[in-house]
């Protein structure tokens, strides 16, 4: 073991260079020991802070992109919402629906009356705790209690098979407008003269010419809503979740619902009606009491979201209050940090076949 001493030189006339031992004594290496255990624990409470604070920076930014990408998948379905290629339906004030439609009934069970319904209502919802028909029952489950249920119905903005657009598949529901206004020729389809085509077969109608086939758009029905835990029942992160209207087991129906986004707590629509006839918002509320009438006269959504990091702050006081339209949720008091996320989204299709010049 090799052991280092500090020494210092000395010269004494008779004797030549002496050499004197020198070190530090017990108490300046403990006092040196001290300081550096003062230090070392300085760096580590620093480290532990910004461990911390990077770690609640990372939670709020997510929760951030989470209630942001909520609105914007909600404000792409709602403005979309109506569109029905070239075919404009007749105005509610003209011809009103008959009922509001069942968002979970299978298309092999789809009349005359019901498809007029949803070329009618392209949006409609279910306030909070407000009950669904039976046939959602293994769709919509386990509902968060202080969120709503909403439903979107449209056709794709793309055409089945060009570039960029889901292949056509045959047994899957499409809509067709027939252009083809020639009663004689071979191509008229007389069934199609006032209302889309809807089919799952290959029955086709045609474009102008009467010759090219008619753009095949795929039905698009959605339902969105918050179920009350992510992976495993019971994990208590809520979570956005989305079903949608596919062709499953040979049949058209609507799918069981997948999650989309976690933390995702409640969502809360308001709904602008136009009374009269102009495109503008005349009434705005939760559309509660919403008769099929008012449901087709709706033209604008306000939406609320209330995000939640997904793992609680230590030492985080809960105790605030989050008022989502008509209703005030918490507090929760339970550590996790929210935020509530708002947008009024117009419908651009129902609301522009009414508006004048």
């Known amino acids: 073991m090799n052991i280092f001493i500090l020494s210092r030189k000395i010269y004494k006339p008779g004797f030549g260079t002496l050499y004197q031992q020198s070190g530090f004594s017990l108490i300046e290496l403990m006092v040196s020991i001290a300081l550096g255990l003062l230090i070392m ?6 480290y532990s802070d910004l461990t911390r604070s990077n770690a609640e920076l990372a939670r709020m930014n997510r929760q951030v992109e989470n209630g942001r990408l909520t609105l914007h998948i909600l404000q792409q379905g709602l403005w979309h919402a109506g569109y029905w290629d070239t075919y404009v339906p007749v105005l509610p004030s003209v011809l009103p629906p008959t009922a509001i439609p069942n968002p979970c009934l ?3 069970d789809w ?9 009618s209502i392209p949006v409609q919802g279910y306030t909070a705790g407000g009950a669904l028909p039976s046939e959602c029952s293994s769709i919509v489950t386990n509902r968060q209690a202080d969120s709503d249920v909403l439903v979107i119905r449209s056709v794709s903005t793309c055409v089945a098979g060009v570039a960029g657009c889901e292949s056509f598949t045959a047994g899957k529901l499409y809509l067709q407008t027939q252009l083809c206004g020639d009663i004689a020729h071979t191509h008229y389809v007389p069934g199609a003269a006032t209302t889309p085509l809807l089919s799952v077969s290959t029955d086709v109608v045609y474009k102008k010419d009467c010759v090219t086939v008619a753009d095949k758009r795929k039905m698009m029905i959605s339902i969105f809503y918050v179920r009350n835990y992510s992976v495993s029942l019971g994990d208590g992160i809520p979570t956005l979740m989305r079903a949608d209207f596919d062709l499953s087991g040979g049949v058209v129906k609507m799918q069981t619902a997948q999650p989309i986004i976690e933390g995702i707590q409640s969502i809360r629509f308001e709904y602008g009606r136009d009374t009269d006839g102009n495109g503008s918002v005349d009434i705005f509320d939760d559309c509660t009491t919403c008769t099929a009438l008012d449901w087709a006269n709706v033209v604008a959504v306000q939406v609320y979201v209330l995000a939640r990091n997904l793992e609680a702050s230590a030492g985080y006081v809960e105790d605030k209050t989050y008022r989502l339209g008509a209703a005030t949720l918490g507090p ?14 117009g419908l651009m299709n129902p609301s522009g076949r009414r508006e004048k010049p």
């Open 332 to 345: 929760f008091n339970d550590g996790y940090v929210r935020h509530v996320y708002s947008s009024y989204i």
């Open 106 to 108: 299978a298309f092999s």
């Open 41 to 46: 624990t300085g760096v580590l409470a620093l």
């Open 111 to 119: 009349d005359a009356a019901y498809i007029s319904n949803i070329y």
